[in-house]
């Protein structure tokens, strides 16, 4: 057995054990080709299987509708803050945003680049702790479309459901910590994107699932590799994609399927996150967990301790006994421990027990 660390990391993140094995078999020599996948046209029949196959297997796992396109795409989410209101953004007609705290303030900003925005509802005066509740945000009846980062990575907090907009309004959702990590209905997104190397793979590739009327309506000024109809008519292979990615989203797809789908996988990230929760709860205040409790993400937990030199100390310990990954963003501070769907809840078992024991020593 390869020597793993008990990774926590928030992106890039751990990848299923079997995934890496997979891919090291066929690095090399991919299925007899004498050459790996990396070194192949990304016009051969070989890569063209497995583009075709990485869009059906989304399609199959995710249960996206037919009138929705699956796009693979290249800089990552951040270059969707762009790609959004460039392309869906209409004059006269704001695009609304909820801030709800560090992914969401970089989206708006970049559609304030663009054009005309307006913010629907905000948690900032709570310091990004919760999601604000559906009823409180305020979508204009001419808006654009409504956007909303369904799990933010650094705060640690979750939308639990999702605002039910008029027709004429499209929902736009950042999934990039939380795609495939639970069921949604696909039918009430427009547009859904996400980075690859949270919950999917390998960074190099954004993933993009956009109705087809939304991919359609590009205005004519907008540069053509920012435009989704470039992809959407060449089936994401416009110019060279990033295929070593795409190969690895395959298999960590049909690693999703093994281990029961996207239902059998929600359940599975809720055992995990309620070890680490839980221990949090039962410290007698400890432990502090940051989001409130009807906002708590389950892809990343947010916690402090009552001063920042135990903080360090926390991290100092973890690592010596095989974590990493704890320490809270930068911007934040604090500790975060990141529980994508391929961290497995041995892992978290473990971060339980060490926190626990850490307690016992330092409380
Ligand atoms: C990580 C992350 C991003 C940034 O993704 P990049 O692929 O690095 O551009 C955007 N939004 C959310 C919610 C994220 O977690």
């Known amino acids: 057995m390869t020597n793993r660390a008990l990774n926590f990391n928030a992106g ?95 989206a708006l900003k970049e559609a304030q680049l663009v054009g005309e925005t307006v913010i629907a509802a905000t948690s900032e005066a709570d310091k990004f702790n919760r999601i604000p509740a559906l009823d409180s945000i305020e979508v204009p009846d001419n808006a654009s479309y409504l956007h909303i980062t369904s799990n933010e990575t650094i705060e640690g907090t979750q939308f639990a459901q999702f605002p039910t907009l008029s027709p004429a309004v499209p929902l736009i959702a950042d999934m990039s910590s939380d795609i495939m990590s639970r069921p949604v209905d696909i039918s009430q997104f427009g547009v859904i994107y996400a980075g690859a190397q949270k919950n999917l793979g390998p960074s190099g590739v954004t993933i993009v699932i956009i109705r087809d009327d939304l991919a359609a309506s590009s205005p004519k000024h907008v540069p053509t590799m920012l435009r989704y109809d470039t992809h959407a008519k060449a089936d994401s292979l416009y110019n060279t994609p990033p295929s070593f990615s795409v190969y690895m989203v395959n298999l960590v797809l049909k690693w999703i399927e093994t281990k029961g789908g996207v239902a059998a996988l929600e359940q599975y990230n809720r055992d995990k996150t309620k070890l680490i929760y839980d221990t949090i709860d039962h410290s007698g205040g400890f432990y502090r967990g940051f989001a409130q409790a009807d906002s708590r993400s389950v892809m990343n937990i947010t916690f402090r301790l009552q001063t920042e030199e135990l903080e360090k100390q926390f991290v100092k310990e973890s690592e010596q006994q095989g974590f990493v990954g704890l320490k809270g963003h930068r911007s934040v501070g604090g500790l975060r421990a990141s529980t994508y769907n391929a961290v497995p809840l041995e892992n978290c078992k473990a971060l339980a027990e060490f926190m626990t024991d850490f307690q016992r020593r330092n409380g």
């Open 12 to 106: 890039p993140a751990a990848l299923p054990l079997e995934v890496l094995q997979q891919a090291q078999e066929q690095f090399v020599d991919y299925h007899s080709a004498g050459m790996s996948i990396m070194e192949m046209s990304h016009r051969s029949a070989a890569f063209e299987q497995v583009n075709n196959e990485t869009q059906a297997l989304m399609r199959k796992l995710y249960g996206i509708p037919d009138n929705y396109k699956v796009l693979f795409l290249q800089g990552g989410a951040s270059t969707q803050f762009s790609m959004i209101p460039l392309n869906l953004l209409q004059a006269g007609k704001p695009g609304a945003y909820v801030n709800t705290g560090s992914w969401a303030i970089k």
